[in-house]
């Protein structure tokens, strides 16, 4: 693993899923990580089941202000090394039932409290010769998925941001990328998921099992390591291959130029398995 000791991270929705995760594999590399949400006993929890130099602080992303003091509690009068803007959310609907309120909560959460992140974290950056925001963006902002319009415009939008800050954030040495996890069973996720929609995204995911948020940790340490110090602007699926466009597959052609028993032996998936009919 990369080495990260006497760095310093701030990590927004650490308290659980995929936040939790990424604080976890920070420690684990050597990190000062400060985990920020908004319910203290959350947090307080989590930390006490981190190892490590960990701090909470109480904030709300959609509000500059504690924002900007979570970067200072997590720079504790030095450089924030390592943001990492994980604080988000979904809102489940569709275009035809969803109101302005429901557009403007993912809108908000994504897009616009990834940026005041952004921005107060690059504040503290430049002055101390720079630094690493890693997003966490999602798969969904790159495909169409119905009843999530909402959170899958947000996290497109999110991407975008990415690389406008990529290149203004450069000439500060402050890198920034977004990380697009796939399917993950978070604690929200398993309370809002079915067993047979689980095992359907499962299937669809070509390395058969689902993500965790050690997986996304992984990649956040190495984007906001040494080794990692030449990429910016970048949207990097950690995702089990689920993003891969996959069209049906041809094995019925197959059978008849080779025979049932050659495709079975040779074993490819259908991976277009979030097509099969089932309730949407």
Same mark, same amino acid.
């Given at each position: 693993?990369?080495?990260?000791?006497?760095?310093?991270?701030?990590? &927004?929705?650490?308290? &659980?899923?995929?936040?939790?995760?990424?604080?976890?594999?920070?420690?684990?590399?050597?990190?000062?990580?400060?985990?920020?949400?908004?319910?203290?006993?959350?947090?307080?929890?989590?930390?006490?089941?981190?190892?490590?130099?960990?701090?909470?602080?109480?904030?709300?992303?959609?509000?500059?202000?504690? +924002?900007?003091?979570?970067? @200072?509690?997590?720079?504790? #009068?030095?450089?924030?090394?390592?943001?990492?803007?994980?604080?988000?959310? @979904?809102? $489940? @609907?569709?275009? %035809?039932?969803?109101?302005?309120?429901?557009?403007?909560?993912?809108?908000?959460?994504?897009?616009?409290?990834? !940026? %005041?992140?952004?921005?107060?974290?690059?504040?503290?950056?430049?002055?101390?010769?720079?630094?690493?925001?890693?997003? /966490?963006?999602?798969?969904?902002? &790159?495909?169409?998925?119905?009843? %999530? !319009?909402?959170?899958?415009?947000?996290?497109? #939008?999110?991407?975008?941001? +990415?690389?406008?800050?990529?290149?203004?954030?450069?000439?500060?040495? /402050? =890198?920034?990328?977004?990380?697009?996890?796939?399917?993950?069973?978070?604690?929200?996720?398993?309370?809002?998921?079915?067993?047979?929609?689980?095992?359907? %995204?499962?299937?669809?995911?070509?390395?058969?099992? *689902? #993500?965790?948020?050690?997986?996304?940790?992984?990649?956040?340490?190495?984007?906001?390591?040494?080794?990692?110090?030449?990429?910016? #602007?970048?949207? /990097?699926?950690?995702?089990?291959?689920?993003?891969?466009?996959?069209?049906?597959?041809?094995?019925?052609?197959?059978? =008849?130029?080779?025979? *049932?028993?050659?495709?079975?032996?040779?074993? /490819? *998936?259908?991976? &277009?398995?979030?097509?099969?009919?089932? $309730?949407?």
């Amino acid at each position: 693993m990369a080495d990260l000791t006497g760095r310093r991270a701030l990590v &927004t929705g650490g308290g &659980t899923g995929i936040g939790f995760g990424c604080a976890e594999r920070l420690l684990a590399a050597g990190a000062a990580v400060t985990i920020a949400g908004r319910r203290g006993d959350v947090l307080e929890e989590a930390a006490g089941r981190l190892e490590g130099d960990v701090t909470t602080v109480v904030c709300d992303i959609t509000d500059e202000e504690q +924002v900007a003091n979570a970067v @200072g509690v997590a720079a504790a #009068g030095g450089n924030l090394d390592v943001l990492v803007a994980n604080a988000g959310s @979904g809102y $489940p @609907g569709s275009v %035809l039932t969803m109101d302005a309120s429901a557009w403007q909560f993912c809108l908000e959460l994504n897009v616009v409290g990834t !940026a %005041l992140c952004t921005k107060q974290a690059a504040l503290v950056m430049k002055d101390h010769g720079g630094g690493s925001i890693v997003a /966490i963006s999602s798969t969904s902002g &790159t495909k169409v998925q119905p009843w %999530l !319009a909402a959170y899958v415009v947000s996290k497109a #939008g999110l991407d975008q941001f +990415v690389r406008c800050a990529a290149i203004e954030l450069a000439p500060h040495g /402050i =890198r920034v990328n977004s990380v697009q996890p796939g399917y993950v069973p978070t604690e929200t996720m398993q309370a809002a998921t079915s067993d047979e929609l689980h095992a359907r %995204l499962v299937r669809a995911t070509p390395l058969g099992r *689902p #993500g965790s948020g050690a997986d996304i940790g992984d990649t956040v340490v190495f984007l906001s390591s040494d080794e990692g110090s030449w990429i910016t #602007g970048q949207d /990097i699926g950690v995702d089990g291959g689920l993003n891969i466009p996959v069209m049906p597959s041809m094995a019925p052609i197959a059978e =008849r130029l080779y025979g *049932p028993e050659l495709v079975a032996e040779v074993g /490819i *998936p259908d991976l &277009t398995a979030l097509n099969e009919a089932g $309730p949407s």
